[in-house]
């Protein structure tokens, strides 16, 4: 019987310098469209935390989509556009759901 890959859920936290604000997010805007239609690609939205840091949300179908979009063009061209604004290297935590609850909210 063939195993079925679970999902991969994927935070990355983005420091970045408080002047560097709008800039960061009009790189980010052409990234995210490219990253969504990237094979495996569920989910891949970006949130604002009160302390200024970015927070990207992701899911992906499978380890080896995530991994092929880590060396892809987008995330290489957005590397470039933003590496000057951070205050620290991105802080990704990749994870898997353990469901609970009800189905449609128990887990991403």
């Not at 590397?79 to 935590?93: M, R």
């Given at each position: 019987?063939?195993?079925m890959t679970q999902?991969?859920?994927v935070?990355?936290?983005?420091r970045?310098r408080p002047?560097?604000?709008?800039?960061?997010?009009?790189?980010?805007?052409?990234?995210?469209?490219?990253?969504?239609?990237?094979?495996?690609?569920?989910?891949?939205?970006?949130?604002?935390?009160a302390?200024?840091?970015?927070?990207?949300?992701?899911?992906?179908?499978?380890?080896?989509?995530?991994?092929?979009h880590?060396s892809?063009?987008?995330?290489a061209?957005l590397?470039?556009e933003?590496?000057?604004?951070?205050?620290a290297?991105?802080s990704?935590?990749?994870?898997?759901?353990?469901?609970?609850g009800?189905?449609?909210?128990?887990?991403?």
């Amino acid at each position: 019987m063939k195993r079925m890959t679970q999902p991969v859920i994927v935070t990355a936290v983005f420091r970045i310098r408080p002047e560097s604000r709008e800039a960061v997010v009009a790189a980010f805007e052409p990234a995210l469209t490219a990253v969504h239609e990237e094979p495996g690609c569920e989910l891949y939205a970006m949130h604002e935390a009160a302390d200024g840091s970015f927070v990207m949300i992701e899911k992906w179908e499978s380890e080896a989509l995530l991994d092929a979009h880590g060396s892809s063009p987008a995330v290489a061209a957005l590397v470039g556009e933003i590496k000057d604004h951070l205050t620290a290297e991105v802080s990704v935590l990749r994870m898997t759901a353990l469901p609970m609850g009800s189905p449609g909210k128990g887990a991403l």
